[in-house]
C-alpha cells in the first residue's frame, strides 16, 4: 500500500502524462477534502 504522499506523486504522473496526450484535463485527480487519505487509510484497515 502507498504512502499518501506516494499515491498524490503517481496521481500527479499519470495526470501529466494523459494531459500530454490529450486524454484528460487539468480537472482529473484534483483532490477534494481528505478523500484520497481516507480512501489510503480505509484500505489499510481492510487488509
Do not use: F, W
Amino acid at each position: 500500500m502507498p504512502s499518501l504522499e506516494e499515491a498524490r506523486l503517481s496521481l500527479a504522473d499519470l495526470k501529466a502524462d494523459l494531459i500530454h496526450r490529450k486524454e484528460a484535463t487539468a480537472l482529473l485527480a484534483q483532490e477534494r477534502d481528505y478523500g484520497l487519505a481516507a480512501i489510503l487509510h480505509n484500505k489499510k484497515l481492510s487488509s
